[in-house]
Structures are given as structure tokens and as C-alpha cells.
């Protein structure tokens, strides 16, 4: 086996389709200044793309309407619904932890910190 290659890219020139859409050419810079093509299979950049964090879309932002949070079925987890205003609602089953730590940063955000309120 040859000796595997390592590429730190500075920029990126442009990307290319493959004809056929089955795989992906980025045209990057190295460190050195080089020119380096980089081939991947498109699913390997969906791979890439799925876990290089970004923010949603405008078109995949909902507003909020009303929100409801009940004990599960079990009694071993918390059920958050929340519903948009043209009815539209989703249900999510979350450990207390991850309601507490929304609770939190909800409260803790924005230009100052608010007093602790109790809500219903």
C-alpha cells in the first residue's frame, strides 16, 4: 500500500458534479499552495454534510403556538408537545435532564438574565 496522502486545505477553488451524480470533486489549496482535487462518493459528502453543524433553514422554522408537558406513559420520562398556530403539533419524549437544561438556557439567554418564574 502506498503512503496515504494528507491534505490541510486553505481554500476552496470550486466543486465539481460527476456526469452520472455518483460522486463529488473539490478542487481545494493546500497548505503549500497546491492545487489538490479531492474525489469522494456522494454519500460520503451527505455522510460529511449530516454532521457539520448549520443553521435551519427559514423555511424549516415553525412558530410556537402553545406548548404541553406531561409525565410518559411509564412515568420514567417527560412527553414535550408543542403545536404551531395552524394546528399543526409534535411530540417529543425527553429525559428531565434535557427539559431542565432547556429550562435553563431559556432562562439564562437573551441581553440579561431574567428571575426564576414558575410556569404552568
Known sequence: ???RAHVNAQEL????TADD???V???LVDDAGRVV???LPSGIVRAVGEIVPHAPEPACLHLVDSWRLRPSDDGAALVLTLQTPDGCAASY???PWQVEGIATLASHSGPTPRAARLMN
Not at 477553488?13 to 465539481?16: K, Y
Request: charged residues 30%; contains cysteine.
Open 37 to 39: 482535487v479531492l474525489r
Open 21 to 23: 451524480g455518483r460522486s
Open 93 to 95: 419524549v425527553m429525559k
Open 25 to 27: 470533486c473539490l478542487h
Open 13 to 16: 477553488l470550486r466543486i465539481e
Open 1 to 3: 500500500m502506498s503512503e
